[in-house]
């Protein structure tokens, strides 16, 4: 039956009555899954799009589901304002494009993240510099301080050898030559460091990882104060580049378990990052908390509440031997990714920095034999009971 004789069935279904918003809140945040938003007349649109009427523009502009994340993540990294993209990598590019042009320098971490160095190269055409240095040595970076030097681009803890720079004197002596400094705090996360109050203009999260904890949604975010943050956004627009409301969704409800997750696999690593330490057929292990941590006592003051979830290892630099290695475990994958709940391991030499040439993984001590592993929510002593099968005894 219909209660319009003249409605055809198409006309039933594509413009069916809407739900009605309850007048009561519910106690999971709701998922605006829509790409467009409809407008009452003109005057609305308008308003909307000048900013004077609280409203959703279109799905590339940013949704309410986005305007939540962001708000969540601000108050996370104390900055006045966030904006979230669709993927960490998309969070970098934003903000270096907007930030840079021709003739402006940037120092990066030489420890870093081969994805962001491998952006930095791209960029050349677009006559922008670069110069990779060890942000650890202070020394070394007031050197390389100059007068077209615009941003320093650091880790607070480096991918994937686990290098910790301090923060606090890089910030100082960032902004005494007149440059901005912007930290990548994925493997940190706001759990265990605020690079914004250390020093830091922006701050960078592949929330991805352990901000989702859950592998199943790609974000990236970054945060600072509005007048940095608000050009950020129009760039991240205008390259298509906002997040998409069910992967701010899905990371806002990974918010919810956060602080829990992050105290056990924190604590988890530790007892891994020792017992690693001590095992016969493991040559170096890199965890900050460690007394071994060539960076341990500035770790100590830039990361709280802990070391961090990631513990990085050398088994013998050879490929065959580290491929066995894997081989011989069952519930530690081998993932290109990290921070989910199940602990897992990377391989940098053959996917997150084999960007990098056989000189430059040579520099920053990288070979066959390094692993990185994610800890995640498992029982410490199963997870140690397996590496020990795995590596013979």
């Known amino acids: 039956m219909t209660s319009d004789v003249n409605t055809g069935p198409s006309q039933s279904v594509l413009h069916a009555p809407q739900p009605v918003p309850p007048q009561n809140r519910p106690v999971t945040p709701a998922l605006f899954q829509t790409a467009a938003w409809q407008f009452s007349d003109l005057g609305q649109m308008d308003g909307i799009f000048s900013g004077q009427i609280a ?3 279109y799905g590339t502009v940013g949704m309410p589901n ?10 996370l990294e104390g900055a006045e304002a966030s904006v979230v993209a669709n993927g960490g990598m998309a969070a970098i590019a934003g903000t270096l494009l907007t930030l840079l042009g021709p003739g402006k320098r940037v120092i990066v971490g030489r420890e870093g993240f081969s994805w962001t160095l491998g952006l930095l190269r791209d960029l050349e055409q677009w006559g922008l510099e670069h110069t990779a240095i060890d942000l650890t040595d202070l020394d070394a970076v007031e050197a390389a301080l100059r007068d077209e030097t615009h941003l320093v681009f650091a880790e ?4 994937p050898r686990l290098r910790v720079p301090d923060l606090s004197a890089l910030s100082t002596l960032t ?9 990548d705090n994925t493997f940190a996360t706001p759990f265990h460091c605020t690079p914004l109050a250390l020093g830091a203009d922006l701050v960078i999260e592949s929330a991805t990882k352990f901000l989702g904890g859950h592998s199943d949604a790609v974000l990236g975010a970054v945060s600072g104060k509005t007048n940095l943050i608000e050009p950020i956004r129009r760039r991240m627009v205008r390259l ?7 992967d701010s969704w899905l990371i806002q409800r990974g918010l919810m378990t956060f602080v829990v997750r992050m105290e056990r696999a924190s604590r988890t690593a530790a007892a891994i990052a020792e017992w690693l330490a001590a095992h016969p057929a493991v040559g170096r292990v890199f965890y900050p908390g460690l007394t071994s941590h060539p960076d341990r006592e500035v770790a100590a003051k830039v990361l709280d509440r802990g070391f961090g979830a990631m513990v990085t290892f050398e088994l013998a630099p050879d490929f065959e031997t580290v491929n066995e290695f894997t081989r011989r475990l069952h519930d530690i994958t081998l993932v290109h990714s990290l921070g989910g709940t ?6 940098p030499a053959s996917s997150s920095h084999r960007l990098l040439s056989a000189e430059e993984l040579s520099q920053v001590g990288l070979h066959p034999g390094v692993l990185r592993m994610s800890v995640g929510l498992e029982e410490p002593n199963d997870l140690i009971a397996e590496l020990a099968t795995a590596l013979g005894g």
Not at 66 to 75: D, F
Not at 156 to 159: A, D, F, P, R
Not at 175 to 183: D, N
Not at 342 to 347: A, D, N
């Open 55 to 57: 409203g959703a523009q």
């Open 66 to 75: 986005n305007l939540a994340l962001e708000a969540a993540l601000g108050r």
């Open 156 to 159: 607070t803890v480096s991918n």
């Open 175 to 183: 902004h005494a030559a007149g440059a901005l400094l912007a930290v």
């Open 240 to 246: 298509g580049s906002i997040a998409a409301p069910m």
């Open 342 to 347: 199940q602990t897992s391991l990377s391989h």
